[in-house]
C-alpha cells in the first residue's frame, strides 16, 4: 500500500525497497513501523496517507508529480 501512494505520488521510481528482514539492527530499529520511507535521515513511518506523504516530500524538498 505504502508503494502504491509513492506510485499516486510520481516518485515510485526512486524508491529502493530494502528487506529488514536479514538486518537485525533495521529489524529492531523499525519493527512494526514499516514500511518507512527515508531521505537523508528524515523519516515517514507508515501508516501514513497520501496528503501526508506529499507534506513529508514537500517537506524535504523532493519534487513529486501527481
Known amino acids: 500500500m505504502a508503494f502504491e501512494l509513492c506510485q ?3 516518485i515510485a521510481e526512486k ?3 530494502v528487506d529488514i528482514a536479514f538486518d ?3 529489524f529492531s ?3 512494526v513501523t514499516i514500511p518507512v520511507l527515508n531521505f537523508q535521515g528524515n523519516e ?3 501508516p ?3 496528503q501526508e506523504l506529499q507534506h ?3 517537506d524535504n524538498g523532493i ?3 501527481q
Open 24 to 26: 537485525d539492527e533495521l
Open 44 to 46: 515517514i513511518n507508515w
Open 15 to 17: 524508491v529502493d525497497i
Open 56 to 58: 513529508w516530500l514537500n
Open 48 to 50: 501514513f496517507d497520501l
Open 8 to 10: 499516486q505520488a510520481g
Open 63 to 65: 519534487t513529486y508529480h
Open 29 to 31: 530499529r523499525y519493527g
